[in-house]
């Protein structure tokens, strides 16, 4: 059991959904503890075998949720995740070494970064975050994968050239969460003037609420047009909402909450002192890790 926060921050790079990802681990578990103690004992190295169960689960998980997500009402956007401090710390509250748990800080959980995942085919998205993201070399990747570790190497550099082509230049995170104060500030006033200052021209909001709950289904684009929909929705609201800065996959954010309960989080893609993206998710069912902040 030791190595379940290892492939659960595995499957989440994998799947881009939290549920997802603690169901694929789930099921490894099951497929291991199906097998007799003699079997167990022969496997020379179980976390290995754990993380090549794994992902092959996500593989097929990746390959059907395309389908699902075709259906999908509205936009899909990954499954934020709260603050990384839970993640950091080891089950006594001590700072961990294993580098598959540091990772949740670097820019492999930044909601930029998991939206351009979502454009790759399967297996380049495996090969590429089990190689670049978690250093599993080619050969293992390729058993996970079932293709040859060259086939592996060039479905990683495909999907390199993806990250790269999206890339903005980085903000440094201090600066970031002054300009998401601003927002928040701007926003609860309604303050159309402020909001456009702080939104690129050409920025774009994405809505997901699943079909569950009332969200823009198609995205939202330029920055006058966004200040004017901000402020009619938070003016419009049933109950005014708490809105929170918060840690969101990693980066500045922010926290819709309503007689104490998430209704909404927000992830920003910052470029200088412009916002260029805003994901709002409103699905509930992508914010019960959010429960109870």
């Known amino acids: 059991m030791s190595e379940r926060r290892r492939l659960i921050n595995l499957a989440y790079r994998l799947l881009g959904s939290l549920a997802e990802a603690e169901d694929a681990v789930q099921e490894t578990y099951v497929r291991w503890y199906a097998m007799s103690r003699e079997q167990q004992d022969a496997i020379e190295s179980p976390g290995a075998w754990l993380t090549r169960v794994a992902g092959r689960i996500c593989l097929d998980v990746l390959g059907s949720a395309r389908a699902r997500r075709e259906r999908y009402v509205g936009e899909w956007v990954p499954e934020p995740l709260p603050g990384a401090t839970q993640w950091l710390t080891g089950p006594a509250g001590g700072a961990t070494a294993d580098p598959a748990d540091r990772v949740t800080l ?114 939202i684009e330029g920055g006058e047009r966004i200040a004017h929909y901000l402020t009619d929705l938070f003016a419009k609201a049933a109950g005014t909402p708490t809105v929170l800065e918060s840690v969101v996959n990693g980066r500045p954010g922010l926290v819709a909450q309503r007689d104490g309960s998430t209704v909404a989080v927000y992830a920003f893609d910052i470029a200088g002192d412009r916002i260029t993206r805003i994901w709002a998710v409103l699905n509930p069912e992508k914010l019960r890790a959010w429960a109870g902040r």
């Not at 928040?184 to 939104?199: R, S, T």
């Not at 909001?205 to 699943?210: E, L, P, S």
Request: glycine share 8%; net charge neutral.
């Open 106 to 219: 670097d820019e492999s959980v930044d909601m930029a970064f998991l939206v351009v995942l979502e454009s790759m085919t399967p297996a380049e998205r495996v090969s590429f975050i089990l190689h670049d993201v978690f250093r599993y070399s080619f050969a293992e990747v390729a058993g996970i994968v079932g293709r040859t570790p060259a086939a592996c190497r060039q479905l990683a550099s495909s999907a390199r050239r993806r990250i790269s082509a999206s890339r903005t230049p980085t903000t440094p995170v201090a600066h970031q969460a002054a300009v998401v104060r601003d927002f928040k500030q701007a926003w609860q006033a309604g303050d159309i003037g402020a909001l456009m200052g702080l939104l690129d021209p050409d920025a774009t909001v994405i809505a997901d609420g699943g079909g569950l709950t009332r969200a823009s289904l198609h995205p």
